[in-house]
């Protein structure tokens, strides 16, 4: 299993570049950065913007793997996503990972006069958003009729550097955006939390396992419906609880993440605790849990 890092990019510049430093020397596979114009959820935060914050820490680090989980797509348009990711695959040496989700944040949406967007129409941008990159990232052109992006003739040069090409993770909670993602997506990234649900509605223990279960076989099926093998879409999962508190004790954390693997999960990704008191659990979990995982 690997685990990753989630970090806000809510601290001044050279703490932010200290700490994603540090999750490679512990270990980490891959820092995510969300991608949101403020936190809406503590308006008085400090906040860097996703794209660029990567480009930084792309030439500022060696090793670790970066990646937006997830870049909005109600503030992106696909064909300037994808061309930021190339451009960022070469900064990095090929190790970008492309997170892309309908998102939504009203926060986002009334403070950068974005329309907002119903439920339905976001899922519709998002299977159009995620072909538009997929295609613009795996062959360098894309074509494009949809009622939201339609595109003609966008080509994109330089290739990446990375053959395969950066992969694309699409988050989702619904079955409408996980078939996408069995569809198109190299990684499928959910979170204990259910559809339709509100940020800090986490569910724990033998009801979050009975839903992952749930959506993974839901997710298994729809892959075989398609003719795909359910073995290559990587399973990816944001422990959401572990935000303020951390993850807690190694040995319990280690149990719980074993678990989450029994019920699919390959990736596993933790929140950089928001508070400095929780951040010896998190460099005991990287001495003592990663290297049983």
């Not at 993440?257 to 929140?271: S, T």
């Amino acid at each position: 299993m690997r685990v990753d890092i989630y970090m806000l990019p809510n601290r001044p510049w050279p703490v932010l570049l200290e700490r994603v430093r540090r999750a490679a020397t512990m270990g980490f596979g891959c820092v995510w950065i969300p991608d949101h114009f403020i936190n809406g959820l503590r308006l008085e935060d400090d906040w860097f913007e996703a794209w660029t914050t990567l480009a930084a820490l792309s030439a500022a680090t060696e090793r670790i793997r970066l990646g937006t989980l997830v870049s909005s797509i109600t503030l992106r348009n696909p064909s300037l996503l994808a061309r930021a990711a190339t451009t960022l695959d070469h900064v990095s040496g090929g190790r970008l990972e492309v997170g892309i989700g309908a998102a939504g944040s009203s926060t986002d949406h009334a403070m950068t006069g974005i329309p907002a967007r119903s439920g339905t129409e976001r899922s519709e941008r998002l299977e159009e958003a995620v072909a538009i990159v997929r295609d613009l990232l795996t062959d360098g052109r894309a074509e494009a009729a949809g009622s939201h992006y339609p595109i003609a003739g966008a080509t994109l040069r330089p290739r990446p550097t990375q053959r395969p090409r950066p992969p694309i993770t699409v988050g989702a909670l619904g079955k409408r955006s996980m078939r996408l993602a069995a569809r198109l997506a190299d990684a499928w990234n959910t979170q204990p939390m259910p559809a339709g649900g509100r940020f800090g509605e986490v569910l724990t223990g033998d009801e979050e396992l009975a839903l992952l279960r749930d959506r993974n076989a839901f997710v298994d099926r729809t892959c075989e419906e398609l003719g795909r093998d359910p073995a290559t879409l990587r399973r990816s999962y944001l422990l959401v609880g572990t935000y303020r508190r951390g993850p807690g004790d190694p040995d319990a954390f280690t149990k719980r993440a074993e678990a989450l693997k029994d019920a699919g999960v390959q990736e596993l990704i933790l929140y950089w605790p928001d508070v400095e008191e929780a951040e010896p659990d998190l460099e005991r979990v990287a001495s003592t849990a990663l290297p049983r995982l």
